[in-house]
């Protein structure tokens, strides 16, 4: 299974999201992030896209969550990541736009889950809260809608 990173910068109550330009997901709002290379520990790819992306260093990085997904369509095992979450404290630079990804900063409390992968709308407000998070998700309708989804809060990271 591929495996990922998400890392959420959260910066006086406003969350740092990207309007991914290419790849899984094109258009949608989500965090920063993206596959782990050979010989990376997730954090350090959750670092390395959050520089890759928008130029910026991300500060205080701590892993709140993680969560597999497939597609119910396609058989699990082609097409299925598991997604090592991240928060951070805050960001050394300005966040530039690259050819991957359009910053774009959200109040934490309005966040437009619409524009955004369905399973974000049921585990992102736990790490807004500060919870920890274990979680899997079935997606349906090329990833329009969720079928069915198991989560656990307060999980060891
Ligand atoms: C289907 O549900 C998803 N939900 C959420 N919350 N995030 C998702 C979902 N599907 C993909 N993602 C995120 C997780 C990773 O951060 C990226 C992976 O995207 P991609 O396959 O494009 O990986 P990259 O490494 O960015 O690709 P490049 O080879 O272009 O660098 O999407």
Not at 58 to 81: I, L, N, Q, Y
Not at 115 to 120: K, N, Q, R, Y
Request: aromatic share 8%.
């Amino acid at each position: 299974m591929n495996e990922s990173t998400l890392c959420h910068p959260i910066v006086d109550g406003e969350l740092l999201l990207i309007r991914k330009q290419r790849g899984l997901g094109e258009g949608n709002l989500v965090g920063p992030g993206g596959k782990l290379e050979a010989g990376e520990t997730p954090f350090e790819a959750a670092r390395r896209e959050v520089r890759e992306e928008l130029r910026v260093e991300p500060t205080g990085v701590e892993k709140c969550g993680e969560f597999g997904f497939h597609f119910r369509d396609d058989a699990p095992e082609e097409d299925s990541m598991y997604v090592h979450v991240f928060t951070a404290d805050g960001i050394e630079g300005n966040p530039e736009a690259t050819e991957e990804a359009i910053p774009e900063w959200h109040a934490v409390d309005d966040l437009p889950y619409d524009e955004m992968w369905v399973d974000d709308r049921i585990w992102m407000p736990h790490m807004l809260d500060g919870e920890t998070f274990t979680g899997t998700f079935v997606l349906t309708d090329e990833g329009g809608a969720m079928h069915s989804y198991e989560m656990e809060l307060g999980v060891d990271m």
